[in-house]
């Protein structure tokens, strides 16, 4: 094949990968495409792609096309010495030549930061041209933008944390006025008669209705934010009381049977969250069962857990639709509500209730036939739960800031970004201090070494690892403190191994 020809193929199997990239919904369909174009654009023996998995614990293989060798085959890399691990950690290309074949190690770069290399080898020993390595380069550059976009997406879908903070301050806010509207209510009760009082109870229900409706987006900050904890009591509550009490307190009692094994059944958990999933479960049910119909509440006992079920005789619900019923309300892409359905929050907040517990929430049901929401508790629930490791990033660039809490996030830990040294000093004062800073010394206003010598001063607990550029000048006295330093470009496995060293998880 001629120079000219070759070169048309490798620009060919860069817009193939363009066109199918652009119309990608999952990162495992960029993966498997980069792979695919990267061996038959140079006809490799073999193109495989390894991505840092969130825990940062070595590189792991995701995808792969071609003729694998027992070597080349490993699910996961870790070894120091490793090419792949190299090029991963120096986010640079690493090609190499050896007498039986010729391979190319290029990092995915993301704002700065690696976060997997595609590998391809060569069945003949002959160097890599120019011009395909720079195929290899644009294509890596390629599913770098790819990924991105894919993850843009992701993000566009779920609900913000300014939303959430919006929502819990404005549910806050409506405390006050209602708590006027109850006790103003009491008041008139005492001087009414007999008819007024039914219009006083009519206003009593409804006050009822929102401070549940209250507490409830109160409930859905907290689980958004990860926040949520179960307050497990230290006593054993038995499940024949919690059933009779949310039969008791909903609309139709009459209307809603419970079918509970004869032995006593007691579990150590939350006991006003469980009431409030059984609240919401059993109301919706009876709210989407039209009359005659009944509610069954029942329960499968087992050694480690117990499952309760709310079957309703409703008109059902699409298969296509069940994956997405607790979800919560998206911008642009609205949750699928049954008819009379409020707001979207309730089964949101009740999977995040029973996943509190350890436990977790599901559905069945289908056009016609009713439906049956699930939900599984263990029979013995940890008191408490080491809150996870909060890192503050102070970091002046705006993409590398959130692709740092991005990152950080997805590994378990609670980040929060901070772009100037005046906001980091506010935000390390109005809350408890966190297990680590990772700290940009290019910050505006405060800079990064007048920050140190603040925390220094006031929060000397607190470890604070550097994260500099080649440029970057900082003071020796300011260089001496700092627990650790990464150099810029970052690679996630370093960055994971940072915040595992000094970020460990405080108690409850």
Not at 4 to 21: P, W
Not at 93 to 117: E, F, K, M, N, Q
Not at 295 to 302: F, H, I, K, L, Y
Not at 420 to 427: I, K, L, S
Request: glycine fraction near 8%.
């Amino acid at each position: 094949m001629t120079h000219d020809a070759h070169g048309e193929r490798l620009v060919e199997r860069l817009g193939h990968f363009s066109r199918h990239a652009a119309g990608a919904r999952r990162r495992l369909d960029v993966h498997h495409a980069l792979v695919r174009d990267a061996r038959d654009g140079l006809d490799a023996r073999h193109a495989l792609l390894y991505i840092a998995p969130p825990a940062g614990e070595g590189l792991r293989l995701v995808s792969a096309s071609g003729a694998l060798g027992a070597a080349s085959a490993r699910s996961r890399l870790d070894r120091d010495d490793d090419p792949v691990v190299q090029a991963y950690r120096r986010c640079a290309p690493a090609y190499s030549t050896a007498r039986d074949a010729s391979a190319a190690h290029l990092p995915i770069l993301i704002h700065g930061l690696s976060v997997g290399v595609l590998s391809v080898a060569l069945d003949t020993g002959r160097e890599l041209t120019a011009l395909e390595r720079a195929f290899l380069e644009a294509l890596t550059a390629l599913g770098a933008s790819a990924l991105e976009a894919v993850r843009h997406r992701d993000d566009a879908a779920e609900p913000s944390s300014a939303e959430h903070a919006l929502l819990a301050r404005v549910a806050h806010e409506l405390r006050h006025p209602l708590s006027v509207i109850v006790m103003k209510a009491a008041t008139l009760r005492r001087r009414a008669g007999e008819e007024l009082r039914r219009e006083i109870d009519a206003i009593d229900r409804s006050a009822s209705r929102l401070d549940r409706m209250i507490q409830d987006a109160m409930d859905v900050s907290e689980i958004a934010a990860g926040r949520l904890r179960a307050r497990v009591s230290p006593h054993a509550v038995e499940l024949a009381e919690l059933l009779r009490i949310a039969h008791r307190s909903c609309a139709a009692p009459a209307r809603v049977t419970s079918r509970l094994p004869a032995q006593p059944i007691e579990l150590t958990c939350d006991r006003a969250r469980v009431l409030q999933v059984l609240d919401h479960l059993i109301g919706n049910a009876l709210k989407f069962t039209p009359e005659p119909g009944r509610v069954t509440v029942r329960a499968d006992v087992g050694e480690v857990e117990v499952v309760l079920h709310v079957e309703d005789e409703g008109r059902g619900i699409a298969s296509d639709e069940l994956a997405r019923l607790f979800e919560p309300p998206r911008a642009g892409r609205p949750r699928p509500k049954r008819p009379g359905e409020g707001a979207g929050l309730g089964l949101f907040m009740c999977r995040g209730l029973v996943e509190a517990h350890g436990g977790r929430l599901w559905a069945h049901s289908a056009i016609g036939h009713g439906s049956c929401f699930s939900f599984a508790l263990p029979r013995s629930v940890a008191a408490a739960a080491p809150r996870r490791p909060l890192i503050v990033v102070a970091e002046d660039d705006a993409s590398s800031r959130r692709d740092l809490v991005e990152v950080l996030a997805r590994a378990g830990y609670l980040a929060r970004g901070v772009a100037t040294g005046r906001d980091a000093q506010a935000y390390l004062r109005s809350h408890p201090p966190p297990s680590l800073v990772l700290l940009d010394p290019r910050l505006r206003g405060v800079s990064g070494a007048e920050l140190m010598a603040w925390m220094r001063a006031e929060l000397a607990s607190v470890p604070v690892v550097l994260v500099r550029g080649t440029d970057d000048r900082v003071s020796r006295a300011a260089d001496g403190e700092p627990a650790a330093c990464l150099e810029r470009p970052l690679a996630v496995g370093e960055l994971l191994a940072v915040a595992a060293r000094f970020a460990q998880p405080r108690p409850a």
